[in-house]
């Protein structure tokens, strides 16, 4: 049960800004700046639980599940935010991560008024998606309070998925509803209540590594690269074409010539160039050793 009368720390007011309306911009936006620059110490106080939460969300999309995050309000479209960067920057399909917000897609721009607070929505919202054992469901919500995450997590748990609870207080009841709990305390925020400052940021930062780390493990970089970026910009292009060069250590020209028959994937054109094939050939190597490019590399340079 949740207590009514404990007040969340992240609703909590804090003295230090109780008259920020009195004060000059320069002096609120150093007060602004020297809170957020608490975030990233107090994320470093719980990297043992996120990385225990990454491991296990690992093991489960190498099996072949999904991964879903559900937040209400900010934490919902700081979730919508990190699951479509996946695709352009990961080469994901856009179903392997993905994010839900309660009040659906309007929510994203406006505010759906009584959404958070529907727990039914958020159980049905993972019934609707067809969560299953494989899938690992990351319910976010800055006060750990929001009913409809609550309801997505049970849900998910009902369907025998891996749950997270990330939220920004302590013995937090979405921590107690999830498999691992995840609790940034970040305290009261400059304007009270307002969770989309620090609770944002730092759901933001984790988040962050969640997806980053989770495709880092998967093999879906080389290094410190994105190789399996979608180039789907003038920008990108001319970024995969200085990847697969330095990659290769061949010039820009042969580096271009490469994705063009590789239709713009980088990690098949560095696969042409250091093994002299052609696209499909290329291609076959990748599928032998998992996609992992590093670990076709090394069998190329073997022999």
């Known amino acids: ?29 150093r007060l602004m700046n020297q809170a957020d620059a608490a975030v990233p110490a107090a994320v470093a106080v719980v990297i043992p639980a996120i990385s225990a939460a990454i491991d296990a969300i690992v093991a489960r999309m190498a099996s072949g599940g999904r991964l879903l995050y559900v937040g209400a309000g900010t934490s919902g479209r700081l979730a919508v935010l990190d699951a479509s960067e996946c ?57 750990g309070r929001a009913p409809f995450v609550l309801g997505a997590l049970a849900e998910a748990a009902r369907r025998d998925a891996l749950t997270v609870g990330l939220s920004c207080n302590e013995e937090a009841p979405l921590s107690a509803a999830a498999e691992h709990g995840i609790e940034v305390v970040v305290g ?35 290094g410190n690269k994105m190789i399996e970026m979608s180039a789907m910009n003038s920008k990108l292009a001319e970024r995969a074409v200085r990847m697969v060069a330095d990659i290769t250590g061949t010039g820009a020209e042969t580096a271009r010539k490469a994705l063009d028959e590789a239709d713009g994937q980088a990690k098949v054109a560095v696969v042409m160039i250091e093994h002299g094939v052609a ?18 590399l090394e069998q190329v340079q073997g022999g």
Do not use: C
């Open 1 to 29: 049960m949740i207590d009514p009368l404990r007040e969340p720390s992240t609703e909590q007011s804090d003295p230090r800004y109780s008259q920020i309306d009195r004060l000059p911009t320069d002096q609120i936006a």
């Open 87 to 143: 695709p352009p920057t990961f080469g994901t399909d856009p179903s392997l991560v993905q994010g839900i917000i309660a009040g659906g897609l309007d929510a994203l721009t406006r505010s759906v008024e009584g959404a958070e607070d529907d727990s039914e929505a958020g159980a049905a919202a993972i019934a609707d998606v067809a969560v299953g054992p494989l899938d690992s469901v990351v319910g976010i919500s800055a006060s």
């Open 188 to 222: 009261p925020e400059v304007v009270t209540g307002s969770t989309r400052l620090k609770a944002g940021t730092a759901q933001k930062l984790v988040l962050n590594m969640i997806s980053t780390v989770s495709m880092i493990k998967l093999g879906r970089t080389y």
């Open 279 to 296: 696209a499909d050939a290329a291609r076959a190597l990748l599928e032998s050793h998992g996609e992992r490019l590093g670990e076709t």
